[in-house]
């Protein structure tokens, strides 16, 4: 896990970690929830399958700093637009939206565009997703 004295910047942060779509595999959504956690985050986890609607409520709901998605059904694209849609017509068109999953190199300008902060693939450390997601939020 990671170092919670080297994150402490994100304790009092909300964090909203989702899983949109049909993708049923949360493992990861999971480790980087408590990954957050640990940093001292405040994480609320939506649980599987949920829609992009839910998303932006539990999001303004819940009066989140970032919004992290954990997308694997290569449908990445359209549902993070959606979010991102969503969003803005609950009036939260200024939360961080970061996404985690299989997210091929070619789609990460596409997702530039649509105003996502980070990705993040199974390669990376939990120590660089958190330090990243801290960054973003100072």
Same mark, same amino acid.
Request: charged content about 25%.
């Given at each position: ?12 942060? $909300?964090?909203?970690?989702?899983? /949109? ?10 480790? &980087? ?18 829609? =992009? ?42 939360? /961080? &939206?970061?996404?985690?999953?299989? &997210? /091929?190199?070619?789609?990460? =300008?596409?997702?530039? $565009? ?25």
């Amino acid at each position: 896990m990671t170092d919670a004295s080297t994150h402490g910047s994100l304790r009092g942060r $909300r964090i909203l970690i989702a899983k /949109p779509g049909l993708d049923g595999h949360d493992v990861g959504a999971k480790v &980087i929830a408590l990954a957050l956690r640990d940093a001292g985050a405040d994480v609320i986890y939506t649980g599987l399958r949920k829609s =992009p609607g839910y998303i932006a409520r539990v999001a303004v709901d819940e009066d989140v700093d970032a919004v992290g998605l954990s997308i694997l059904s290569g449908s990445h694209k359209e549902l993070v637009e959606e979010i991102v849609e969503q969003l803005k017509a609950l009036g939260a068109r200024q939360v /961080p &939206i970061f996404v985690g999953g299989t &997210i /091929p190199e070619a789609d990460l =300008p596409e997702l530039d $565009r649509l105003g996502v902060k980070g990705v993040f693939t199974s390669a990376m450390k939990l120590d660089d997703v958190v330090a990243a997601v801290t960054e973003a939020l100072v």
